[in-house]
């Protein structure tokens, strides 16, 4: 276990829990690989660019990362978002896995990965419920935020 990347994985979290995008970022190496359901390719600014863009919404956000572990080269983490989509003024509750590769002391590639059709039912209500299994759904999310996240980046 390296306890150097264990705990680049909490800066990470405490970060975000503060709210502090450039905190984040900073645990990004100038080259790193973001990718989830709803952007699945970023890669350099544009990452910390994203959490920059999530972290300005309106209204409060929780993070808890609930459990992580990491060795030289690799981690792991589980973590829960607990915010109100601003979108619709519903509550969200994503539990989310995240996988990490690390070099130079810093994150390189960050993938998270959690069910869009659940955060879709929470985040969207009927129209995910009933579409948001659909690919259709899928892209229209993540074009309306690509466009949001073109305007800051």
């Given at each position: 276990?390296?306890?150097?990347n264990?705990?680049?994985?909490e800066?990470?979290?405490?970060?975000?829990g503060?709210?502090d995008?450039?905190?984040?970022?900073?645990c990004?190496?100038?080259?790193?690989?973001?990718?989830d359901?709803v952007?699945?390719?970023?890669?350099?600014?544009?990452?910390?660019?994203?959490w920059?863009?999530?972290?300005?919404?309106?209204?409060?956000?929780?993070?808890?990362?609930?459990?992580?572990?990491?060795?030289e080269?690799?981690?792991?983490?589980h973590?829960?978002?607990?915010?109100?989509?601003?979108?619709?003024g519903?509550?969200v509750?994503n539990?989310?896995?995240a996988?990490f590769?690390?070099?130079?002391?810093l994150?390189?590639?960050?993938?998270?990965?959690?069910?869009?059709?659940?955060?879709?039912?929470?985040?969207?209500?009927?129209?995910?419920?009933?579409?948001?299994?659909?690919?259709?759904?899928?892209?229209?999310v993540?074009?309306?935020?690509?466009?949001?996240?073109a305007?800051?980046?």
């Open positions: 276990m390296s306890q150097a264990r705990a680049l994985i800066r990470f979290y405490a970060a975000f503060r709210g995008s450039a905190g984040m970022a900073a990004y190496a100038p080259d790193v690989v973001f990718g359901p952007f699945p390719d970023l890669r350099g600014e544009r990452a910390g660019a994203m920059r863009m999530l972290l300005s919404a309106p209204g409060d956000i929780e993070i808890t990362l609930l459990e992580h572990d990491a060795d080269t690799t981690g792991r983490a973590w829960q978002a607990r915010y109100v989509f601003s979108g619709t519903r509550p509750l539990d989310v896995r996988e590769r690390f070099s130079g002391g994150i390189s590639e960050h993938r998270d990965r959690f069910g869009f059709h659940r955060w879709s039912r929470q985040a969207l209500g009927p129209v995910g419920l009933l579409l948001g299994w659909t690919p259709l759904l899928r892209a229209s993540r074009r309306k935020a690509a466009g949001r996240l305007k800051v980046a």
